[in-house]
């Protein structure tokens, strides 16, 4: 897909909050997307390389547990910079998604443009029902995620200090929470 | 750092997802090993729950979602528990085509935890991405290895994620040959580079740890086959009982620090699954190939020192590319991509080889294919109890290492079981504490 536009939505459908990058791939292919492709993953982060080869521009939506606001969305450059420990997976098994795009940066293999959407969840049991704060989140997320890839009817892709998305009911941006976590993080929700 | 009751404690400090799915605990005192407990968070408990009342047919897919890295793994011994169950067999090209797509999965799990997660252990670094920078060829090579892996799966899978073809007495659909055929450069290519692998795993610095354990596997009802997908359950003291056995040989317990069970052999105690097992009492069944790379790598007469599984891990990567080329060389489409079957009450078992060891399934079916009790048993809780006692003899003979090196072997000494801690939200926490 050299060049192309890419959302992928990562997540476990069994374990609870963690479905959210799912549902947000899924919430995004019901709306007006500009002919992004959308893939939902749910495996072993190592092989987003492989699925983001040749991408012009990406935008990965994740679940992430950081201690924010159960809902707090958060918005990350991650071709500028490391994703923060919060989605890192430490484990003898697996890579988690931070070490994974840090394995692409050493290697040359990010897309130009790579921003993760990480939805701040707190339930993660196997069998658990994602919470209303996540669920809350979804179309706000997938919105701001087609929108970062120029899809969805030419909306402008959200820039620094512009708020990416803003969860139907969730809570207010948290200016500390995103100092801490990126920067220059488009927004919070 | 010192804690109000002056004992020290130590722990990783990234985040987790979930707390207190896996973590492991050392307590010393002075010299002394006072305990090392692994918590390990077992997905199947709850899927056990989960599969109670479903169809039969549902068994495959839904045991596949325990893990993100073996779902191939999940839906051979399902299916085989289930056809056994049944009364029915799946044999030629079908059953080929099974072993063709566990070839896959051992292949990308193996290159993942080799490449990735092992090897930077023995190189000093903290990560693959660290190690990436300046071991850049090795990476690649892992990541293209992985990959090879991956597209078998996806080509007979159907995906290589979650595959979707794999079903009760077979596939729902058989890949044509050419399509087979195809992957036939890139798994050419990929078992070059898996033999320069297994010499440059030879070659890393091995620390000294000597164990003997009870070895457990499967072994193949066909002469010359290393197991994979089938066999009977054989051990490096005496076991040799059919899948159905397994409920008389092993006995799952309850112990008070881990929600995971510990599997061991009745009156008799731990025991190693995964590929040192498998080397160890099948390498005559190895391709020359493999064979010959493992004699060079100095392991040829076998391997007990749980630090030099990276080097039997290479090997079984080496052996499962020339084991898919085998297969794909004598691959004919069959007419129909399943076996048939009439529906009847039964209880079926299966049994198959994990990357990381043996993966037992249970299942008592009623006279409408519906599922009445399930019992899996994987890999990792059967190894519980021999990765414990590796390492309290680690620790042991080392406990002078200050907490931080300390706790870097102990990480090594638990990668050498490429352990499933949690396989679907990934974790693993480690407390040292001296009092």
Known sequence: ?189 | MSTADGARRIETAALARVEGEGAMHVRIRGDEVLAVELRIYEPPRFFEALLRGRALEEAPDITARICGICPIAYQTSACQAMEDALGITVTGPLRDLRRLIYCGEWIESHALHLYLLHAPDFLGYESGFAMAADHRGIVERGLRAKKAGNRLIEVIGGRAVHPVNVRVGGFYRAPERRQLEALRPELERCRDEALATVRWCAGLDFPDLERDYELVCLRSQRAGEYPIDDGRIVSSKGIDVAPAGFDATFEERQVPHSTALHARVRERGSYLTGPMARFDLNRERLPPIAADAATEAGIGEGCSNPFRSIVVRAVEILFAFDEALRLIDRYERPDRPFVAYRTRAGIGHGVSEAPRGMLYHRYEIDDAGEIVAAWIVPPTSQNQRSIEEDLAEFVAANVRLPDDELRRRCEQTIRNYDPCISCSTHFLRLEVERE
């Open chain 1, 1 to 189: 897909m050299s060049g192309g536009r890419l959302l992928i939505g990562l997540g476990n459908e069994l374990r609870g909050d963690d479905v959210a990058g799912l549902l947000v791939a899924r919430a995004a292919r019901g709306r007006e997307h500009g002919g992004i492709e959308i893939v939902e993953a749910g495996g072993e982060p190592v092989d987003l390389l492989a699925a983001w080869e040749g991408a012009g521009a990406a935008v990965v939506a994740d679940a992430v547990a950081s201690g924010a606001e159960p809902g707090a969305v958060h918005r990350l450059d991650a071709a500028a910079r490391p994703l923060p420990a919060a989605f890192a997976a430490p484990s003898t098994h697996a890579l988690g998604l931070a070490e994974a795009v840090e394995l692409g940066r050493a290697l040359g293999r990010l897309p130009p443009r790579l921003t993760v959407f990480g939805i701040e969840g707190t339930a993660f049991a196997a069998g658990a029902e994602p919470t209303p704060a996540v669920l809350a989140a979804v179309a706000a997320v997938a919105a701001a995620a087609v929108a970062e890839l120029g899809g969805g009817g030419g909306r402008r892709p959200p820039g620094p200090g512009r708020p990416a998305a803003r969860p139907a009911g969730g809570a207010p941006a948290r200016a500390t929470l995103r100092s801490r976590v990126d920067p220059s993080a488009g927004g919070v929700g």
